[in-house]
């Protein structure tokens, strides 16, 4: 038998095991060959059908989708269907890579085994699931099979690809795809179960393994990281153990700090599996089937009811009353009227009114929808690829230390240049000058600077902790400093997302406002312009009003939550706070007389009865009345605190729908006999069609076209103040409602905060323009000047035009993810920290890309809050301050830290070159110098980075990303204090040292000369602009704790005996100790002069954010 032959054998054999669903192998014999080609015509048929983009969708007719999926809408797709097209479209999910550690994949595979073992019992359908699974499992089959002994050949070939493949950055794509490969070939030999979870766990731990080396060996390019393995390896060279082990250590430490934080995995992406329901009801070969949703292909029928989650993109066939919560995808809390007629024209994704989309609720209503995505092929998809493209950038404190590893290897080379050709023009041998020069560009390297930075993230992390901001990466503390942007989602972020009454107009024109915000009835209404407060039903023309909103409404509230609509919602808080007593006691007691029997004790011979205010609350005042007027006010609360809705009794509702805009009820009073009552409410230019006359102090009066158009005119007035007015009316119109999202607590304060320290704040929105702009308004946003611009003027702009133009913009409505995405792109590309905080799915991949992601700790979904870098735990948006103050104060102490670290090294390198080069004796002995480097690197440094952050920081202007840790400033204060230590070391030596050689006295006091220099330059290191007395002497305990042991420790080392041995000092005067002190203090002194006359001569600028 030739080799065509032989394939199209195994292609043959290979099409029967999709076919022949519960035929095992070899059991029938092939069918004829026009039924064969009838099966190669459907099976080419469905790997023809592709998904449909929502915007196309939406334009097609029910035929025409069925025609292009494929299927028929009666019953649904066929079983060999849904085989074909997972094998092209894989499955409803998101692959994400799988890094848990060996002992738990045995575990998880064991049990996903059995739990699959009822479901794929027979090797076809295992194959059949195996080869829509594994990307290269098809072309695998046809390669050799494995020997017999499957363990041991699992085992040589998991070691050969992970020999071959050792180049860690470049192949872990290619081991991947090979190991998936071998995969699918052992599994279609179906071995023993063991085998395969053996397997499998090698595996996992080979590409765990791989992966780690990939983040390890980026940790390790790190160019100061780098400079210390160089210094450590001359270390050893050299013979110089001590530094050797110490420089090693710290390298040891911060990689794995770092490693700790990079190999957290990338939980955003698994997130996004949270939002596919694991089950929904699904139509296949004409029955209604229960299946998990990540068995879903393009072409299903799906059911959807209510508080179903949508479990791909659908488009609906079939709609009734259909309401969906899209707020997870367009972060709009309204939930959206779906229909399933066609569109014309396609706009804006958010606005497709007969598509819903994978992860969205439906919060009412029923209805029926063909999938045209699933997986990363539907919206949800879309944010997921993004998510994957996504890198988070580098932070500006990760860019500052990389340029300064790189100055201080050029600083180091220099020296070691600079002593080589001082030797060699002394005629001394090239290979001891080179030895020496190294030595001192060791010494010179601040090895303690990688843990002071990593020490003083970790504090400023704990620290913002406290303030209940958590902060997943630690360099992104310091990034904050350097923020000049925030893009600011509305909903949820902004704004509280819990819709609330603000304004009330009856017919008749009386006013009232409204406040408390959310659904705990929390709050008063007050009458205008009197400013008093609304009791019960007071106002006749009000208490219609809110007695309409009672009754046409199907939302309910529960434990301080709605369920159903957020406007009704907002309708039902309304009356709660109109009539507060009554929704309390309904909430907490079956009937009035159980809150009556468990609220009272009436008490005889006392002149007042007792409440128990557990029950009651604050509504006991209300009843201080003796008790024989009890059962007076027991009667009057029977009666005036009944349930609104149980006045009445509903015969029948016409539900709201986007083509009508207003929802209707049919009443009669309960226990009378009367006509009929319909309560509507709605959009105004709806409702007012159907009304005839107006509300007047409870009398009915003809509706005039004046009074049209003054109602109209008040419509307007309560939009473009971002007040949605479902309109209250029963043929006699009663008033509007303005409904509004309103502002969270502290946010317009916090914006101004942020404005004054240089920081804009941008709104991005999927709202309309007159909704955003009121917001916008409200929160100070706008600042005197507006421009907005929607999704659809970003899409028309150019790369670069887009860039100039979205600096001057405040708000951005109507946008989708993507627009987020290009909003970011464009800031940065201006050269801005953008920081962006949001609550929604939809807002995942902006967080991503931001310089600083922030989401919501309350509000915020799963796949936002591992997206982002920070998460504020209580929504708090002004906490997004105390972040940015830290950020500023952790830069300013790594900054601080340098400066002291730096100075102090180059005066002890000066020292030890100008002795070598000078031919003069070393002033100071091995062992004191290892005690200085000590203290330089201890104790007193170490406490320089926890230096507490100051008040007057968040007023300093946003750090530009560009500076350095090594500013020029900077640069000449660590100069200035290096020359003061050097000449004042140098003329303690000289002073001390005698004609007949250096002593013990000269080199003592040369040494402690040195360290109480030391000491006086931290003190003035704790801050670069303020006087040591303006930020408090004891605020820093932890330093003055150090210096303070780093003083005593030099005492010890001068008077101790076994101590002077090793150190070869001697005892000192007091007289000499307070010549040492009166020195040493002068680089403290000529320090803190330097501020002074920078303060008064240079005052510090302060630049304003922009909001244009």
Same mark, same amino acid.
């Given at each position: 038998?030739?080799?065509?032959?032989?394939?199209?054998?195994? /292609?043959?054999?290979?099409?029967?095991?999709?076919?022949?669903?519960?035929?095992?192998?070899?059991?029938?014999?092939?069918?004829? +060959?026009?039924?064969?080609?009838?099966?190669?015509?459907?099976?080419?048929? +469905?790997?023809?059908?592709?998904?449909?983009?929502?915007?196309?969708?939406?334009?097609?007719?029910?035929?025409?989708?069925?025609?292009?999926?494929?299927?028929?809408?009666?019953?649904?797709?066929?079983?060999? #269907?849904?085989?074909?097209?997972?094998?092209?479209?894989?499955? *409803?999910?998101?692959?994400?890579?799988?890094?848990?550690?060996?002992?738990?994949?045995?575990?998880?595979?064991?049990?996903?085994?059995?739990?699959?073992?009822?479901?794929?019992?027979?090797?076809?359908?295992?194959?059949?699931?195996?080869? $829509?699974?594994?990307?290269?499992?098809?072309?695998?089959? $046809?390669?050799?099979?494995?020997?017999?002994?499957?363990?041991?050949?699992?085992?040589?070939?998991?070691?050969?690809?992970?020999?071959?493949?050792?180049?860690?950055? /470049?192949?872990?794509?290619?081991?991947?795809?090979?190991?998936?490969?071998?995969?699918?070939?052992?599994?279609?030999?179906?071995?023993?179960?063991?085998?395969?979870?053996?397997?499998? %766990? /090698?595996?996992?731990?080979?590409?765990?393994?791989?992966?780690?080396?990939?983040?390890?060996?980026?940790?390790?390019?790190?160019?100061?990281?780098?400079?210390?393995?160089?210094?450590?390896?001359?270390?050893?060279?050299?013979?110089?153990?001590?530094?050797?082990?110490?420089?090693?250590?710290?390298?040891?430490?911060?990689?794995?700090?770092?490693?700790?934080?990079?190999?957290?995995?990338?939980?955003?992406?698994?997130?996004? *599996?949270?939002?596919?329901?694991?089950?929904?009801?699904?139509?296949?070969?004409?029955?209604?089937?229960?299946?998990? %949703?990540?068995?879903?292909?393009?072409?299903?029928?799906?059911?959807?009811?209510?508080?179903?989650?949508?479990?791909?993109?659908?488009?609906?066939? +079939?709609?009734?009353?259909?309401?969906?919560?899209?707020?997870?995808?367009?972060?709009?809390?309204?939930?959206?009227?779906?229909?399933?007629?066609?569109?014309?024209?396609?706009?804006?994704?958010?606005?497709?009114?007969?598509?819903?989309?994978?992860?969205?609720?439906?919060?009412?209503?029923?209805?029926?929808?063909?999938?045209?995505?699933?997986?990363?092929?539907?919206? =949800?998809?879309?944010?997921?690829?993004?998510?994957?493209?996504?890198?988070?950038?580098?932070?500006?404190?990760?860019?500052?230390?990389?340029?300064?590893?790189?100055?201080?290897?050029?600083?180091?080379?220099?020296?070691?240049?600079?002593?080589?050709?001082?030797?060699?023009?002394?005629?001394?041998?090239?290979? #001891?000058?080179?030895?020496?020069?190294?030595?001192?560009?060791?010494?010179?390297?601040?090895?303690?600077?990688?843990?002071?930075?990593?020490?003083?993230?970790?504090?400023?992390?704990?620290?913002?902790?406290?303030?209940?901001?958590?902060?997943?990466?630690?360099?992104?503390?310091?990034?904050?400093?350097?923020?000049?942007?925030?893009?600011?989602?509305?909903?949820?972020?902004?704004?509280?997302?819990?819709?609330?009454? $603000?304004?009330?107009?009856?017919?008749?024109?009386?006013?009232?406002?409204?406040?408390?915000?959310?659904?705990?009835?929390?709050?008063?209404?007050?009458?205008?312009?009197?400013?008093?407060?609304?009791?019960?039903?007071?106002?006749?023309?009000?208490?219609?009003?809110?007695?309409?909103?009672?009754?046409?409404?199907?939302?309910?509230?529960?434990?301080?939550?709605?369920?159903?609509?957020?406007?009704?919602?907002?309708?039902?808080?309304?009356?709660?706070?109109?009539?507060?007593?009554?929704?309390?006691?309904?909430?907490?007691?079956?009937?009035?007389?159980?809150?009556? *029997?468990?609220?009272?004790?009436?008490?005889?011979?006392?002149?007042?009865?007792?409440?128990?205010?557990?029950?009651?609350?604050?509504?006991?005042?209300?009843?201080?009345?003796?008790?024989?007027?009890?059962?007076?006010?027991?009667?009057?609360? &029977?009666?005036?605190?009944?349930?609104?809705?149980?006045?009445?009794?509903?015969?029948?509702?016409?539900?709201? #729908?986007?083509?009508?805009?207003?929802? %209707?009820?049919?009443?009669?009073?309960?226990?009378?006999?009367?006509?009929?009552?319909?309560?509507?409410?709605?959009?105004?230019?709806?409702?007012?069609?159907?009304?005839t006359l107006y509300n007047s102090g409870g009398i009915s009066l003809s509706l005039t076209p004046q009074q049209k158009a003054l109602y109209q005119q008040e419509e307007k007035k309560m939009g473009s103040s971002g007040l949605r007015g479902p309109e209250l009316g029963k043929l006699t119109f009663l008033g509007l409602v303005g409904i509004i999202d309103p502002p969270r607590a502290g946010v317009k304060e916090a914006v101004q905060i942020l404005f004054e320290s240089g920081v804009s704040v941008k709104m991005i929105t999927g709202d309309a323009l007159e909704t955003a702009v009121a917001i916008g308004q409200n929160i100070g946003l706008c600042n005197g000047k507006l421009k907005?611009?929607?999704?659809?003027?970003?899409? &028309?702009?150019?790369?670069?035009?887009?860039?100039?133009?979205?600096?001057?913009?405040?708000?951005?409505?109507? $946008?989708? !993810?993507?627009?987020?995405?290009?909003?970011?792109?464009?800031? /940065?590309? %201006?050269?801005?920290?953008?920081?962006?905080?949001?609550?929604?799915?939809?807002?995942?991949?902006?967080?991503?890309?931001?310089?600083?992601?922030?989401?919501? @700790?309350?509000?915020?979904?799963?796949?936002?809050?591992?997206?982002?870098?920070?998460?504020?735990?209580?929504?708090?948006?002004?906490?997004?301050?105390?972040?940015?103050? +830290?950020?500023?104060?952790?830069?300013?102490?790594?900054?601080?830290?340098?400066? =002291?670290?730096?100075?102090?090294?180059?005066?002890?390198?000066?020292?030890?070159?100008?002795?070598?080069?000078?031919?003069?004796?070393?002033?100071? *002995?091995?062992? &004191?110098?290892?005690?200085?480097?000590?203290?330089?690197?201890?104790?007193?440094?170490?406490?320089?980075?926890?230096?507490?952050?100051?008040?007057?920081?968040?007023?300093?202007?946003?750090?530009?990303?560009?500076?350095?840790?090594?500013?020029?400033?900077?640069?000449?204060?660590?100069?200035? #204090?290096?020359?003061?230590?050097?000449?004042?070391?140098? =003329?303690?030596?000289?002073?001390?040292? !005698?004609?007949?050689?250096?002593?013990?006295?000269?080199?003592?006091?040369?040494?402690?000369?040195?360290? =109480?220099?030391?000491?006086?330059?931290?003190?003035?290191?704790?801050?670069?602009?303020?006087?040591?007395?303006?930020?408090?002497?004891?605020?820093?305990?932890?330093?003055?704790?150090?210096?303070? @042991?780093?003083?005593?420790?030099?005492?010890?080392?001068?008077?101790?005996?076994?101590?002077?041995?090793?150190? &070869?000092?001697?005892?000192?005067?007091?007289?000499?100790?307070?010549?040492?002190?009166?020195?040493?203090?002068?680089?403290?002194?000529?320090?803190?002069?330097?501020?002074?006359?920078?303060?008064?001569?240079?005052?510090?600028?302060?630049?304003?954010?922009?909001?244009?």
């Amino acid at each position: 038998m030739g080799e065509g032959s032989i394939t199209k054998f195994f /292609q043959k054999r290979s099409l029967l095991r999709f076919v022949q669903k519960y035929q095992p192998l070899g059991s029938g014999e092939p069918e004829e +060959e026009p039924q064969e080609e009838c099966e190669l015509k459907i099976i080419q048929q +469905e790997k023809e059908v592709a998904v449909l983009p929502p915007k196309d969708a939406c334009k097609c007719h029910k035929e025409d989708l069925a025609r292009a999926l494929n299927v028929d809408l009666q019953t649904g797709l066929s079983e060999i #269907s849904v085989l074909q097209r997972r094998s092209k479209h894989g499955w *409803n999910e998101f692959s994400v890579e799988n890094t848990e550690p060996i002992w738990k994949k045995y575990l998880d595979q064991n049990k996903v085994f059995i739990y699959r073992g009822k479901e794929y019992e027979r090797r076809e359908d295992f194959e059949a699931r195996l080869l $829509t699974q594994f990307p290269n499992a098809e072309k695998m089959k $046809t390669t050799s099979p494995p020997g017999d002994d499957i363990k041991t050949s699992s085992g040589q070939c998991i070691l050969g690809l992970y020999t071959q493949y050792n180049q860690y950055s /470049q192949c872990i794509q290619q081991l991947r795809s090979r190991i998936y490969g071998f995969m699918a070939n052992l599994l279609h030999f179906w071995p023993d179960r063991y085998s395969v979870l053996h397997c499998k %766990a /090698q595996i996992g731990f080979t590409l765990k393994i791989s992966q780690a080396g990939v983040r390890t060996n980026c940790e390790f390019k790190n160019p100061l990281i780098l400079l210390l393995l160089a210094s450590a390896l001359v270390s050893v060279i050299t013979k110089e153990y001590e530094d050797a082990a110490s420089i090693t250590m710290a390298v040891l430490i911060v990689v794995t700090v770092a490693f700790i934080q990079e190999y957290r995995s990338e939980k955003s992406l698994e997130e996004l *599996n949270k939002l596919v329901p694991p089950e929904c009801n699904c139509l296949r070969e004409g029955k209604l089937q229960h299946l998990l %949703a990540r068995e879903l292909v393009p072409g299903d029928i799906i059911y959807l009811s209510v508080g179903d989650r949508v479990p791909a993109d659908l488009r609906l066939i +079939e709609v009734t009353d259909l309401l969906v919560d899209e707020s997870s995808f367009t972060g709009e809390a309204e939930p959206c009227n779906k229909t399933e007629g066609v569109l014309l024209e396609a706009g804006d994704i958010t606005t497709l009114s007969n598509v819903v989309f994978m992860g969205t609720l439906v919060r009412y209503g029923k209805g029926k929808g063909v999938v045209i995505g699933t997986g990363e092929n539907s919206q =949800f998809g879309e944010v997921f690829k993004m998510m994957q493209a996504e890198e988070t950038p580098k932070t500006p404190l990760q860019k500052s230390m990389d340029r300064l590893g790189k100055q201080l290897t050029l600083f180091s080379f220099g020296i070691i240049g600079l002593i080589m050709l001082i030797g060699w023009l002394q005629g001394k041998r090239l290979l #001891s000058m080179f030895t020496i020069g190294v030595s001192l560009a060791v010494a010179a390297i601040p090895e303690g600077l990688p843990i002071v930075v990593t020490v003083t993230l970790v504090l400023g992390v704990l620290r913002m902790a406290k303030r209940k901001v958590i902060v997943k990466k630690l360099p992104i503390v310091e990034t904050l400093g350097c923020c000049n942007v925030i893009c600011s989602d509305k909903t949820g972020t902004l704004t509280a997302n819990e819709m609330t009454v $603000t304004r009330l107009l009856s017919s008749d024109g009386c006013q009232a406002e409204v406040s408390g915000v959310g659904y705990n009835g929390e709050g008063n209404v007050y009458l205008l312009p009197s400013k008093e407060i609304l009791k019960e039903f007071s106002n006749v023309s009000i208490g219609k009003l809110v007695e309409a909103g009672c009754v046409v409404n199907n939302a309910v509230i529960r434990k301080n939550s709605v369920i159903g609509q957020p406007t009704e919602g907002a309708l039902i808080a309304l009356a709660m706070k109109v009539r507060p007593s009554e929704f309390k006691i309904s909430l907490q007691f079956k009937s009035i007389n159980q809150a009556i *029997n468990k609220s009272w004790i009436c008490e005889p011979g006392r002149t007042q009865s007792t409440v128990n205010p557990c029950d009651m609350g604050n509504t006991s005042s209300f009843w201080q009345c003796p008790p024989l007027q009890c059962s007076f006010c027991f009667t009057w609360l &029977q009666m005036e605190l009944a349930d609104i809705k149980d006045i009445y009794v509903r015969k029948k509702e016409i539900p709201f #729908s986007s083509e009508q805009k207003w929802m %209707a009820v049919k009443c009669t009073l309960k226990n009378q006999d009367q006509e009929d009552i319909y309560f509507m409410k709605g959009a105004f230019e709806e409702v007012i069609q159907h009304c005839t006359l107006y509300n007047s102090g409870g009398i009915s009066l003809s509706l005039t076209p004046q009074q049209k158009a003054l109602y109209q005119q008040e419509e307007k007035k309560m939009g473009s103040s971002g007040l949605r007015g479902p309109e209250l009316g029963k043929l006699t119109f009663l008033g509007l409602v303005g409904i509004i999202d309103p502002p969270r607590a502290g946010v317009k304060e916090a914006v101004q905060i942020l404005f004054e320290s240089g920081v804009s704040v941008k709104m991005i929105t999927g709202d309309a323009l007159e909704t955003a702009v009121a917001i916008g308004q409200n929160i100070g946003l706008c600042n005197g000047k507006l421009k907005a611009m929607s999704g659809e003027e970003l899409d &028309q702009l150019a790369e670069a035009e887009l860039s100039s133009t979205v600096q001057n913009v405040s708000i951005f409505f109507r $946008t989708s !993810p993507k627009h987020k995405l290009k909003i970011i792109k464009a800031l /940065q590309r %201006a050269g801005a920290v953008v920081s962006m905080t949001g609550d929604g799915v939809n807002d995942a991949v902006a967080l991503k890309s931001a310089d600083i992601g922030i989401a919501m @700790g309350r509000a915020g979904t799963d796949v936002s809050k591992e997206a982002a870098n920070m998460i504020l735990v209580d929504d708090d948006f002004s906490k997004v301050m105390n972040a940015i103050e +830290e950020g500023k104060g952790i830069f300013y102490n790594i900054k601080n830290f340098v400066r =002291f670290q730096l100075s102090t090294s180059i005066s002890a390198l000066s020292l030890i070159t100008l002795s070598t080069v000078l031919n003069l004796p070393n002033p100071l *002995n091995a062992m &004191q110098i290892l005690w200085i480097n000590i203290i330089m690197d201890g104790p007193p440094a170490q406490s320089l980075g926890v230096e507490p952050v100051d008040r007057d920081t968040i007023k300093q202007p946003p750090r530009c990303i560009t500076d350095t840790i090594l500013s020029k400033s900077l640069i000449l204060k660590i100069f200035m #204090s290096a020359i003061i230590i050097i000449s004042g070391t140098l =003329f303690v030596f000289w002073k001390e040292n !005698p004609k007949g050689g250096i002593t013990p006295r000269t080199t003592t006091m040369t040494f402690t000369c040195f360290v =109480f220099f030391d000491l006086f330059n931290a003190l003035t290191c704790r801050s670069q602009t303020k006087l040591i007395f303006e930020i408090g002497f004891f605020r820093n305990r932890m330093f003055l704790y150090s210096v303070l @042991g780093s003083f005593l420790g030099q005492l010890a080392v001068i008077y101790i005996p076994p101590l002077q041995k090793i150190f &070869q000092t001697e005892n000192l005067g007091v007289l000499d100790l307070l010549f040492l002190t009166s020195l040493a203090s002068s680089v403290f002194v000529v320090s803190e002069l330097l501020k002074l006359c920078e303060k008064r001569c240079c005052p510090p600028k302060h630049t304003k954010g922009r909001h244009n």
